[in-house]
């Protein structure tokens, strides 16, 4: 008997260890990411701009040339079908680069997004892709903003 509960207390403890490694995972992830945004917001030469979606709804983008970063959030974008979802791209002259995927929105509104590499000359825009995300854009763009260089 005293086996069998000794064996479930250590059950338990591997249980919680884990559970416990994960969270601080995550948390430490939302740390960064929290890092991430206030710089760019907090940045000296932050420029904030705007955009309005061919489809509906809109982008706000908070930029910083120094640290080669942007914020993106969206507002009211339309609904997508099961398996799909709006891709971040970045658009240049020399280079198409995928920066992301959106988060599920919230009371139409997505999480901020921080895009980072932003070369002269980039806009940012957002695609429909499969859920999963893609290497190319299978579609127009639906926003695209041209950033300042």
Known sequence: MAVAIAGGCML???VLSGLFINTQHRL????????????VLNAPDATMMSARAGTGGSATV?????????????AMLPPLPAGRRYQVWLMGPRRVRAAGMLPAPHRGMTAPVVVFGIA??????????????????????????ALPS
Do not use: F
Request: no cysteine; hydrophobic share 45%; proline share 7%.
């Open 12 to 14: 338990v403890a591997l």
């Open 28 to 39: 430490s992830q939302e740390q960064a990411h929290s890092t991430a945004i206030t710089a």
């Open 62 to 74: 908070v930029m910083s040339h120094r640290d080669h970063a942007l914020v993106l959030t969206t």
């Open 120 to 145: 002269p000359g980039d806009a940012v825009a957002l695609t429909v892709e499969p859920a999963s995300g893609a290497s190319s854009p299978s579609s127009a763009p639906v926003l695209r903003l």
